[in-house]
């Protein structure tokens, strides 16, 4: 297995790992009966800004692996990888971990240059699979 698609791998376990990190408060501030319904309304209370830290956190790496698989499917399909992508896709792994808790408490401007670190990670892995 290509070092990209290590990290691929480790970057899903991630997702679910974060998953957790948010499922578990938003369980416990808004009670079963909210988070076992349907929810086709609003929640009668609100989560805590940190725990709808975690969800957005979340749902950013969502957006950020879509982004991250394209990229790793290029690279190792294309015959394209080499060290330069290996790091490529180790800075992306790194800023994804770094930017949960850069997130969640709220670390500014930290949290967007943890973001942007993963963003151009990426665009260099598909860069450099394409020359």
Do not use: K
Not at 27 to 45: H, I, K, Q, V
């Amino acid at each position: 297995m290509t070092p990209e698609l290590t990290v691929l791998a480790l970057a899903a376990l991630l997702q679910a790992l974060q998953f957790v990190l948010y499922a578990v408060p938003a369980n416990r501030e808004l009670g079963p009966g909210y988070t076992m319904s349907a929810r086709d309304r609003p929640p009668s209370r609100e989560m805590s800004a940190r725990t709808a830290r975690l969800g957005r956190a979340l749902d950013n790496h969502f957006e950020g692996l879509i982004l991250f698989t394209i990229a790793v499917l290029v690279v190792t399909l294309g015959n394209q990888a080499t060290g330069f992508t290996a790091a490529c896709a180790w800075a992306y792994l790194a800023a994804r971990i770094a930017y949960i808790p850069a997130y969640a408490y709220d670390m500014r401007p930290g949290r967007s240059i943890v973001w942007g670190v993963g963003f151009f990670a990426t665009l260099l892995m598909i860069l450099a699979a394409l020359v």
